[in-house]
């Protein structure tokens, strides 16, 4: 059974410019969360989508969106790159369904954002 | 605010002993719990989830949860080099389906 998959796992981008990460998730999954994570905050969580929509959303800025398509996989951009963005991004894939079935998370191998 | 605590250590074992490591969490409603270890500069990895009061063991890791004390632990035996890593602390609060994460004890295993 094929694990989560995040592209890329290493981008290096310009303050100002946007990004767009690539997760996707287990199949069978229809939960995808995203989560930031840097030394200083820890994990942090951006936003869950579920079936398309967006279930749950996390503090942060409007400059962090995302979206999921009807395979369940998912995006998450990242406009007007600031040098506090650099951090490894991390998506988690679960089915999502009743919170006490199945809602254990796997987690991608993340991709590394360096905003310079 | 809906909290989960832990110790950041670095927690430091001999090799072979038990490595305890502690978690708190604010909410009641909470029903599941979580246990992730992560490497340095890799994704955090699932290793135990604990639903019921009481032990759940796998391998050489058991996994305690008191919700009473609101108190969730992690025992891990025969500690092992491999096992040198960060261990984070979840909690699915009730209602939720967003895990709430603890920023994770460190754990060194020493030859």
């Known amino acids: 059974k094929a694990g989560v998959t995040q592209t890329p796992r290493y981008l290096i981008k310009t303050r100002g410019q946007q990004v767009t990460l690539s997760c996707s998730p287990i199949s069978g999954h229809r939960s995808v969360s995203w989560y930031q994570q840097t030394p200083g905050q820890g994990l942090q969580f951006l936003f869950e989508y579920f079936s398309e929509t967006q279930r749950n959303k996390g503090n942060f800025p409007g400059r962090f969106s995302g979206r999921q398509f009807s395979n369940s996989r998912s995006e998450m951009n990242v406009s007007t790159l600031e040098l506090g963005d650099s951090a490894l991004y991390l998506c988690?894939?679960?089915?999502?369904?009743?919170?006490?079935?199945?809602?254990?998370?796997?987690f991608g191998q993340g991709t590394r954002l360096t905003v310079v | 605010q809906k909290e989960v605590e832990q110790n950041s250590g670095p927690l430091s074992v001999p090799e072979g002993a038990i490595a305890s490591l502690n978690c708190t969490y604010s909410?009641?409603?909470?029903?599941?719990f979580f246990w992730y270890r992560q490497y340095s500069g890799k994704s955090p990895e699932l290793i135990m989830f604990?639903?019921?009061?009481g032990d759940k063991e796998d391998g050489r890791f058991t996994a305690q949860l008191n919700k009473a004390s609101q108190y969730v632990s992690l025992l891990i035996r025969d500690s092992q080099p491999s096992d040198s890593a960060t261990y984070l602390c979840a909690a699915l609060p009730g209602g939720s389906y967003i895990p709430t994460f603890g920023r994770g004890t460190s754990l060194i295993v020493h030859p």
């Open positions: 909410d009641r409603g909470s029903q599941s």
């Open positions: 604990i639903y019921s009061n």
């Open positions: 988690a894939s679960s089915s999502g369904g009743g919170y006490r079935v199945n809602t254990e998370a796997f």
